[in-house]
């Protein structure tokens, strides 16, 4: 879209410096400005899945205006027709985004709780063998509880190699299986924990607790956001 806009000003205005700078400083401005919209006020307020039909909505707006060949210049209805394109293409894109599943159900398997932020979709579900799964956006399976065995020999065998352990830091929570092996360590004074997902932290202590044995109350364990 920028190079066509480009073409557009040097014909309207005969290849003039000024209005080609002022174009760039604009765009400029605009990625600047972008980057923290984004990250300060749609990410916070509307999470990352609805943000992103916010967004859509804006080059399309500007391709419409490039392709109707609409005057450059500020003209009594092309504010109007901005507004109105933005508005009327970000109510189509949301109201399309709530039609669309935010994450897929296997057969056999239930939606147990779905929570939506900044860093995604992350869910909690479990299927007909109470095998209970903790997803982050519909793909990345951060760990299940027929694992189990596994997460926690993660946990512990480091511990058994090594001499003395007294700090333990992991990184990445998941469902707190790994981490919870360090608890039953008596010679270990402190475990950090770091996960950058304040939903996982939330939904993995509300429902994993019973398979960790609630290991994150433990006084000598710290989890960092």
């Known amino acids: 879209v920028f190079p066509k806009c480009m073409e557009v000003v040097a014909q309207e ?13 604009l765009n400029t401005l605009g990625a600047v400005s972008g980057v923290l919209l984004t990250q300060f006020v749609l990410l916070p307020f509307l999470s ?36 109105l394109s933005a508005i009327a293409l970000a109510a189509i894109g949301l109201r399309f985004t709530n039609t669309l599943p935010l994450t897929s159900v296997r057969a ?23 095998v209970w799964t903790l997803s982050h956006n519909n793909y990345y ?4 509880t027929n694992s189990e065995e596994l997460n926690l020999r993660m946990g512990h065998i480091p511990l058994l190699l ?37 939903l996982v932290i939330e939904l993995a202590q509300k429902h994993f607790g019973r398979f960790t044995g609630n290991a994150h109350e433990d006084p000598r364990v710290s989890i960092i956001e």
């Not at 290849?15 to 174009?23: H, K, M, T």
């Not at 039909?53 to 901005?82: D, E, H, W």
């Open 108 to 130: 056999g398997e239930t939606l147990v709780e779905l929570r939506t932020g900044p860093e995604g979709i992350v869910a909690v579900k479990k299927d007909r063998n109470d």
């Open 141 to 144: 399976y951060l760990s299940t």
């Open 48 to 83: 990352l899945w609805y943000s992103a039909a916010v967004i859509a909505a804006f080059p399309l707006v500007t391709a419409v205006l490039v392709a109707k060949n609409l005057p450059m210049r500020v003209s009594g209805y092309r504010p109007l027709v901005v507004v």
């Open 162 to 198: 090594h001499p003395a352990p007294e700090d333990i830091l992991y990184i990445g929570f998941a469902t707190g299986l790994t981490s919870s092996a360090a608890v039953s360590h008596d010679e270990v004074h402190s475990i950090t924990v770091c996960e950058t997902s304040p």
């Open 13 to 25: 205005t005969g290849n003039d410096e000024r209005a080609l700078g002022l174009l760039l400083g």
